[in-house]
Nanobody
Framework: QVQLVESGGGLVQAGGSLRLSCAGS????????MGWFRQAPGKEREFLAA????????RYADSVKGRFTISRDNAKNTVYLQMNSLKPEDTAVYYC??????????????????WGQGTQVTVSS
């Protein structure tokens, strides 16, 4: 059974930083592209960032480019999202996801096969 478990969410002031983690189990982690999404109340789920299996390609949404960084440690079956210069509009539930395809995210959008349960991030003004 595949499980993706996010952690690291919480309350932070505007301008601050958080690092989210997502630990995978029940899958060969290194064979999956990994991504991060978020969903704010009353809004659709939004793609944020993706990193390919071997870390060779990444993709970011314009809304977070230059502020958020996705990284992964295949030895630890974990993907991270470093979030800097946080804004109140970054408040949302953040989800990680796994994509079984071998693709280049510079050319192709992330497609999730598995989802985590989410972690809340709240940015106060």
């Amino acid at each position: 059974q595949v499980q993706l478990v996010e952690s690291g969410g919480g309350l932070v002031q505007a301008g601050g930083s958080l690092r989210l983690s997502c630990a995978g189990s029940g899958l060969t982690f290194s064979r999956y592209g990994m991504g991060w999404f978020r969903q704010a109340p009353g809004k659709e789920r939004e793609f944020l960032a993706a990193r390919s299996r071997n870390g060779g390609s990444t993709r970011y949404a314009d809304s977070v480019k230059g502020r958020f960084t996705i990284s992964r440690d295949n030895a630890k079956n974990t993907v991270y999202l470093q979030m800097n210069s946080l804004k109140p509009e970054d408040t949302a539930v953040y989800y990680c996801a796994a994509d079984r395809r071998l693709v280049n995210y510079l050319d192709t959008m992330f497609e999730a096969d598995y989802w985590g349960q989410g972690t809340q991030v709240t940015v106060s003004s």
